[in-house]
């Protein structure tokens, strides 16, 4: 899936507050990589030739009925991750009890 990483390059972030930070990227096809989804139906023409090639002949047109693209997250938390932050909230939630009583 991945050929020239722009859309792994185009990750940004922006802190929202001390609390939150909104994560995202603003590439159009990113969406559908994430959630997967269907492409609209649309009327492929030649651009250099005056027809099409395909294994069936030669086209002046093709009406390609769009793609059901999978979802493929490329942005989210691995269970790794998950576990790794869960394992650092409860470190530093021992440390402040440790404080309390101490």
Do not use: C, W
């Not at 294994?55 to 769009?66: E, M, R």
């Not at 493929?72 to 938390?77: A, D, F, I, K, N």
């Amino acid at each position: 899936l991945t050929v020239s990483g722009h859309l792994a390059g185009s990750i940004r972030y922006q802190l929202m507050n001390k609390n939150s930070v909104r994560i995202g990227t603003n590439r159009v096809y990113a969406a559908i990589h994430q959630l997967g989804g269907k492409t609209a139906p649309r009327v492929i023409r030649p651009v250099r030739k005056r027809a099409l090639k395909t294994p069936f002949g030669l086209f002046a047109k093709i009406n390609h009925p769009g793609s059901n693209i999978p979802a493929r997250p490329y942005l989210g938390l691995s269970q790794a991750n998950s576990d790794a932050i869960l394992g650092m909230i409860n470190e530093y939630l021992s440390r402040a009890e440790g404080m309390k009583k101490g």
